[in-house]
């Protein structure tokens, strides 16, 4: 059996690997996808809806988001529709601690991402599943809750 990795999560508004552009991946290697694992033990023990690779210090555009019951992996996860409905919800962050923002996002999306098994995905998400994964891609833009206030 395989021991957990728990990353340390990166902590701060100014801290630069949180505040740049994610690089794209170009094929899904191992290392890749022990970056998954590593970021699905550390997610799971902080409790958390989702993280992103640049909240463990990793600048790739590489994401776990809850959705449909399932922490579910994402690399080059990009939306490529946004209804013109939102909802503002107060969200927390891994990386803000105590800090809670209201945070308006559209309530429905369409995202395309490749899977750990390098397959094309695309999916209709809505409420607190679009939320959550508008959240990861955020960080992955370089843009945190606390850009919302």
């Known amino acids: 059996m395989r021991t957990m990795?728990?990353?340390p999560i990166t902590i701060g508004e100014e801290t630069a690997v949180l505040r740049v552009v994610s690089?794209?991946?170009?094929?899904?290697?191992?290392?890749?996808?022990?970056?998954?694992?590593?970021?699905?033990?550390?997610?799971?023990?902080?409790?958390?809806l989702g993280i992103a690779a640049p909240q463990v210090g990793v600048s790739k555009a590489v994401c776990l988001a809850l959705f449909n019951g399932k922490m579910t992996p994402m690399i080059n996860p990009e939306i490529t529709w946004r209804s013109?409905?939102?909802s503002v919800m107060e969200e927390g962050c891994?990386?803000?601690?105590?800090i809670n923002v209201d945070?308006?996002?559209p309530v429905e999306i369409l995202v395309r991402y490749t899977d750990e098994k390098g397959a094309p995905q695309?999916?209709?998400?809505?409420?607190?599943?679009?939320?959550?994964?508008?959240?990861?891609?955020?960080?992955l833009n370089?843009?945190?809750i606390v850009d919302y206030q």
């Open 5 to 7: 990795a728990v990353l």
């Open 23 to 48: 690089q794209k991946v170009p094929q899904v290697t191992k290392d890749i996808k022990k970056l998954l694992k590593d970021m699905h033990d550390t997610v799971k023990k902080a409790e958390g």
């Open 84 to 86: 013109e409905e939102t």
């Open 94 to 98: 891994l990386s803000l601690p105590k």
């Open 103 to 105: 945070v308006p996002r």
């Open 122 to 139: 695309e999916r209709r998400l809505h409420d607190l599943d679009a939320r959550v994964v508008q959240h990861e891609v955020d960080h």
């Open 142 to 144: 370089g843009v945190l």
